[in-house]
């Protein structure tokens, strides 16, 4: 059980924007200290700035940041938006369901209750909680020596 | 979000089990009332009985059995073992990870804390929560149906 790339990247890219709220930030440079892939974080970037969690100012001078302040950004509701689905299993996609007990089976309501469960716990979450004072100092500390390696 | 075909079809398997304790069952017939994959169904038998929740009692007239009643197999446990993991991001796996913020994240236990949850939801349902006497009923209808057509 897994959660996709695009949802890791998304929360990465949340809390460098986070801890760097003084100015905009290029992918290139998110890029480089998380050592993972510009053209993914440029689409993560594109998905997160459709559902207004952050703001992308084009040109020579432009970058990503914020549209919201991390208090104001769930984990639960990035979760939602960031994973193509919750499928958890055949059953819960209608065009690809072909069980045949589906109609009377209980299973998919036990697993949604379980995923509801899974979303409700991140829904108490904010990014705020991820980016204690103490951390953040951290963070920073981490991010400075990958950028001068 | 999805979990295994691995999972889906070991939950499938047991419930097809549940409703025909009267005697052994074969993968064959199990391939054929849901229209699935006998070979992957076979791995499926031999994960499930290596965890002590099936028998397969070989040669011509064997095949497999529940090695417990519905009560005692919940769907946390089975989806525990039949998962090939919960690295739900990167820093999850020892082995792959290289973020440089882990050692000050906290996102690996915010997700932890969810995954609990979603755990401990299914732990709180067995077998026999899905085998009621209506569905039992309407299971075998939909299973006799399809075969025999």
Chains 1, 2 share one sequence.
């Not at 084009?58 to 984990?75: C, D, H, M, Q, V």
């Not at 209750?113 to 716990?121: I, P, R, V």
Request: hydrophobic residues 35%; proline residues 3%; glycine residues 6%.
């Amino acid at each position: 059980m897994h959660l996709t790339y695009h949802t890791d990247y998304s929360l990465r890219l949340l809390m460098y924007l986070s801890v760097h709220q003084e100015g905009l930030v290029s992918t290139t440079e998110v890029s480089s200290a998380y050592g993972i892939s510009k053209n993914h974080l440029v689409r993560v970037a594109q998905t997160l700035a459709r559902n207004g969690f952050v703001k992308i100012i084009p040109g020579r001078y432009g970058g990503i940041k914020l549209a919201r302040t991390p208090k104001e950004i769930s984990l639960g509701e990035v979760i939602r938006i960031t994973e193509v689905d919750f499928h958890l299993v055949e059953c819960f996609d209608k065009n690809q369901n072909v069980c045949p007990i589906t109609p009377i089976c209980s299973l998919k309501n036990f697993l949604q209750e379980a995923m509801d469960a899974f979303l409700k716990t991140l829904d108490g979450y904010t990014l705020m909680d991820l980016m204690t004072d103490e951390t953040k100092n951290t963070f920073n500390q981490y991010v400075n020596f990958r950028q001068n390696k």
